[in-house]
DNA sequence: CGGCAGTTTGATGTTACTCAATTTAAGTGG
DNA sequence: CCACTTAAATTGAGTAACATCAAACTGCCG
């Protein structure tokens, strides 16, 4: 089963630049020729490029635009896992499973590379790049689970926003110059909420009350930071 | 820098029978023999065993008893990020990391097997074995990761503490024969708060609120499950 | 018997949710 | 360019869930 994407052949624009990513091994994927265990695809905004349960050959890797992870729950609400950014692997244990544990959707239009894992997995034993690159996205993804863990069970609303800012802004920074402290930042009230296991109400109310502090302003898809000492006072965590 | 534990030559009591664990990975630790590669170390209940940015060569699983790994926060608080249970490792970017990112306690006496991470990094790309118990263990912990993230973002008081148990329920299930569905549970209230997020007043009052209502009863280290259709109903994911 | 750790209970406070109405912004087609 | 439509954000009032504070109770061990 493929995402219900159109294909593309090339991937032409990567917005980043990182090591230790799937993307930027050279032997797997070094420049925008097609290779016949590297697919791409292309999505739009709201659509759905998993879901739980699939089972798919391919182990994907986003080329460019925001997406995230999620869980949809019973009662209806969802628990977003975590925003996917360019480079990003949709997560580790997706080499070693057939099936997936998560579902996902764009949030802007993407670009998504899809590897074939039998291939990465032939690969990982032999080639050292490919094993860091894992090694590297399993570290990742322990650090920010232990953190998100942190932050629903122990912090207050505002604490959550804030480090979801804080954490985001650093990703951002990390594949893109930032200037004036301005962060591109293309989500609704209602992924915010659901990422940091808030209602939107309440969502809309604390970042009413980071505006009148002249603390941050979200709108027309920016994160503006006015005042980047008080954010992560709020949500740093140590 | 090691655990402050004592060290033993041997680790007579293996509680699990896992396949995919490296305890039972045969040319990796197979029987009682001491390998240049692998210690062993014990400690007391309430133990501190690891802690956070501590630097170490090894990697640790823990043999008998039970463990947790922690996060302190600067409120004072703790976030509690998972029970160690027999055959656990510890967490598996202790394999790529030199540094630990979280702290680890003692719940009961315990033994620990620590092994040398150069030995398993170099084995990693050779043996098969090792791989596979890596995989398996990136795996379990991504969904273990996953499903705290929905219990705490989205989840009530009752529903959080019923879940905590179901996931107990399976994992001990899973190393040894429960009768009567009684099952051996050494944690404190406290132990259960740091856990899913709420304070030990609370827990107090939901875990009699389960008792009242004939669901579940803790006392003396067991969980007596009384009606566990009704506990999977309030506690199951889906 | 006294002390201590853990649990239970009660009273009160705070945070965030729910429900509902209103405002703003963003398209869309004439 | 302007009415019309729809999605998103804001605001207010009332409520539920959980936290906090403090006291009493239990079992255990010296």
Redesign the interface.
């Known amino acids: 089963m493929k995402p219900t994407a159109s294909p593309c052949v090339t991937c032409p624009h990567r917005e980043t630049g990182f090591c230790g990513t799937l993307l930027n091994v050279p032997s797997l994927s070094s420049g925008p020729h097609q290779r016949s265990w590297q697919r791409f695809f292309a999505a739009k905004p709201g659509e759905q490029i998993a879901t739980r349960n699939q089972v798919s050959g391919d182990v994907f890797v986003l080329c460019t635009g925001w997406a995230f992870r999620f869980?949809q729950?019973?009662?209806g609400?969802r628990?977003i896992?975590n925003f996917l950014l360019p480079g990003d692997l949709f997560?580790?244990?997706t080499?070693?499973?057939e099936k997936f544990?998560?579902s996902a959707k764009a949030v802007t239009p993407i670009q998504i590379s899809a590897f074939e894992r039998s291939e990465i997995r032939t690969r990982?034993?032999?080639n050292?790049d490919i094993?860091a690159a894992v090694?590297?996205s399993?570290?990742e993804?322990?650090?920010a689970?232990?953190e998100?863990?942190?932050v629903?069970?122990?912090r207050s609303a505002e604490e959550r926003i804030a480090y979801l800012f804080l954490h985001l802004m650093r990703r951002i920074e990390a594949r893109s110059v930032v200037r004036d402290h301005r962060y591109p930042l293309p989500l609704r009230q209602q992924h915010i909420a659901d990422a940091?296991?808030l209602t939107p109400v309440h969502v809309s109310r604390v970042l009413g009350l980071f505006r009148d502090r002249g603390i941050c302003v979200l709108s027309e898809n920016v994160l503006d930071v006015l005042n980047s000492s008080e954010l992560s006072r709020i949500g740093a965590?140590?």
Do not use: K, W
């Open positions: 869980q729950l019973p009662n609400r628990q896992l997560s580790t244990a080499i070693f499973e544990h998560f990982l034993a032999e050292h094993l090694a590297h399993c570290v993804e322990s650090h689970a232990t998100l863990t942190c629903l069970g122990q940091v296991g965590l140590d």
